[in-house]
């Protein structure tokens, strides 16, 4: 099993930035990739980005290229992602998910963290 544990969300005026961290603990070394998705207020969850843990390479949604920056600090086993330039549809929950080696799917998931942005 892996535990996963977010902090960092809160409440901001868009155009601003917050950072959100992951403390992920348990069977880490089962997991080939993690990442960072949120739910809006009905809507369906959405990855947001993610990082592959042994070669660091990363994906993004389309909606925060540019704007957010998934990183990891493999000794402190921590995932990291600095939102910048916040818009209001940035609203969301945001859960740090991982996929185990050899699954196609997220299995481990934090319970979330709030982020709201307003004008």
């Known amino acids: 099993q892996v535990q996963l544990a977010e902090s960092g969300g809160g409440s901001v005026q868009a155009g601003g930035s917050l950072k959100l961290s992951c403390v992920v603990s348990?069977?880490?070394?089962?997991?080939?990739?993690v990442g960072w998705y949120r739910q809006a207020q009905g809507k369906e969850r959405e990855l947001v980005s993610s990082?592959?843990?042994?070669?660091?390479?990363?994906k993004y949604a389309d909606s925060v290229k540019g704007r957010f920056t998934i990183s990891q600090d493999n000794a402190k086993k921590m995932l990291y992602l600095a939102m910048n330039s916040l818009k209001i549809e940035d609203t969301a929950v945001y859960y740090c998910?991982?996929?185990?080696?050899?699954?196609?799917?997220?299995?481990?998931w934090g319970r979330g963290t709030q982020v709201t942005v307003s004008s």
């Open positions: 998910a991982g996929r185990k080696c050899g699954v196609p799917k997220y299995e481990y």
């Open positions: 348990g069977e880490i070394w089962s997991t080939c990739e």
């Open positions: 990082i592959d843990v042994g070669d660091g390479s990363t």
